[in-house]
């Protein structure tokens, strides 16, 4: 059965207990409990289960909408029959570290081993994200350096440092990396690893249950704090405060942080010039999409890795195909090598090709040589919004509308492609999200004929180059 993968947090926290609906005409409805678990699963594993229900259901193109229950109502829901009792997810669990009997040996020891003894906190490391599992290039070498940095000599220079770049660039991979490496060259260090996600659920929660004393201990009481795509904290004043309070008093008693996010430092403004300020104090590194020598090589790696038996024909088919983001990389040839072991066919470029649609959201339209990301490169020219911000969660005004455009014109230039796939390729947005746009755009059109004209003129752009 293929698996797709989606959190022990995840799990355990909000698909537990979610409801299935309704299922017709290629729409899956389930149900969860509050709108903060909805966010988090349409965050953190919508694709996930649209991946399994695809499979397990043998259809394609399946919209998952994810609603809200009434109160009650997860008691009274029957649910759906779709033919298992279980979707296959499967979670990721690091598996069980093996003790150290011997004083690790920094030189050479891989990152992902753990000691007997763990002064970690908050979320668990996955042993495959290691430094030497991070494939470094031109468009991350700068951020991967000071990862190692500061895992080898904390409190130095680089605090604090904050990774910036679009999802799936290997922020979170670093993040592992800089944990496994710091319980294994300062064991005695408190370390404590978080999201801004769980830190905005666990700061509820204490105050909730009046345990906020509790909550700052374990956030504050550390010589290493690291936080993962802080720019969930927008607009949520209070847990952000609670945020920028733990951050300063963190940096006055020298403890080192370490924040990721994807957007540009200074688009961090918005939520406290301070915080703003403290993070220039520091070293900012961005990390970019990845160049073709480095896409392959880590598929060469996690081909490697996992024993996969792939020629590199394949590879470089894939990864001409994807071209910025490692996960989906990952995952497309995770998907080609389950889809080939299942079928027993041997994973063939022409394979790929069949099975792997909704990945190759860069490949070329026959005849046009146009990608999403030619699309969201001639609107960012056009109309000012840059390229990572459109691909990015921002929510400011002029983004959101350029973002829309963009994914417009994706449908008028590339019509093989469908929404999904945009919407993956614009920071995993959903199916609804891409028709919202689609339609919205086609009655600012017909509202402003400034702005038609210069869709317009964008789209005869991207179709002029085959003429």
Not at 59 to 77: D, F, T, Y
């Amino acid at each position: 059965m293929v698996s797709s993968r989606v959190t022990e947090v995840t799990n355990t926290g909000f698909l537990l207990f979610a409801v299935p609906l309704k299922y017709e005409n290629n729409i899956f409805e389930l149900g969860v409990a509050s709108t903060f678990a909805r966010d988090w699963v349409m965050r953190r594993a919508s694709n996930a289960i649209r991946s399994a229900l695809e499979f397990h259901l043998d259809v394609q193109g399946l919209e998952l909408r994810i609603v809200v229950l009434k109160s009650g109502q997860a008691n009274r829901a029957a649910p759906v029959d779709v033919g298992q009792e279980v979707l296959p997810l499967e979670i990721e669990t690091p598996p069980v570290a093996k003790q150290v009997q011997t004083p690790p040996q920094t030189s050479n020891t891989r990152a992902g081993s753990r000691t007997a003894k763990s002064n970690c906190t908050g979320i668990k490391v996955n042993p495959r994200y290691s430094f030497d599992t991070f494939i470094a290039g031109p468009s991350n070498r700068l951020a991967c350096t000071a990862a190692r940095k500061v895992a080898e000599a904390p409190r130095g220079d680089y605090n604090p440092l904050f990774i910036y770049g679009p999802h799936g660039m290997g922020k979170t991979h670093l993040l592992h990396a800089i944990v496994a490496q710091v319980q294994l060259m300062h064991p005695t260090i408190r370390v404590n690893y978080t999201t801004a996600e769980l830190f905005t659920h666990q700061f509820v929660t204490a105050i909730k249950d009046h345990a906020t004393e509790a909550f700052r201990a374990r956030h504050r009481d550390i010589d290493f704090w690291l936080v993962d795509d802080i720019k969930f904290f927008a607009g949520k004043k209070h847990t952000c405060d609670e945020f920028i309070n733990t951050f300063k008093m963190l940096q006055q008693q020298g403890s080192q942080v370490v924040l990721t996010g994807d957007c540009r430092p200074r688009e961090l403004n918005t939520m406290d010039p301070g915080l703003y300020s403290t993070i220039q104090g520091g070293l900012i590194a961005d990390i970019g999409a990845p160049e073709m020598e480095t896409r392959l090589a880590i598929l060469r790696g996690h081909r490697d890795l996992d024993g996969f038996t792939v020629s590199d024909d394949v590879l470089i088919y894939i990864a001409n195909a994807i071209q910025s983001n490692f996960r989906a990389l990952q995952g497309a040839l995770t998907r080609l090598i389950a889809y080939s072991s299942i079928m027993q066919a041997e994973p063939t470029v022409e394979l790929a090709r069949k099975i792997l649609t909704e990945y190759f959201i860069e490949l070329p339209n026959p005849g046009l040589n146009v990608t999403p990301m030619d699309v969201t490169k001639a609107v960012s020219r056009k109309l000012g919004a840059t390229v990572e911000s459109m691909l990015g969660p921002s929510r400011i005004k002029d983004v959101s509308i350029q973002r829309q455009i963009s994914m417009y014109i994706c449908k008028e230039v590339i019509p093989q492609i469908n929404a999904t796939a945009i919407g993956t390729f614009f920071g995993g947005r959903d199916h609804a999200t891409v028709t919202y746009a689609f339609r919205k755009v086609q009655t600012m059109m017909q509202l402003d004929e400034e702005l038609g004209a210069t869709v317009a003129e964008v789209i005869m752009e991207l179709r002029g180059r085959t003429q």
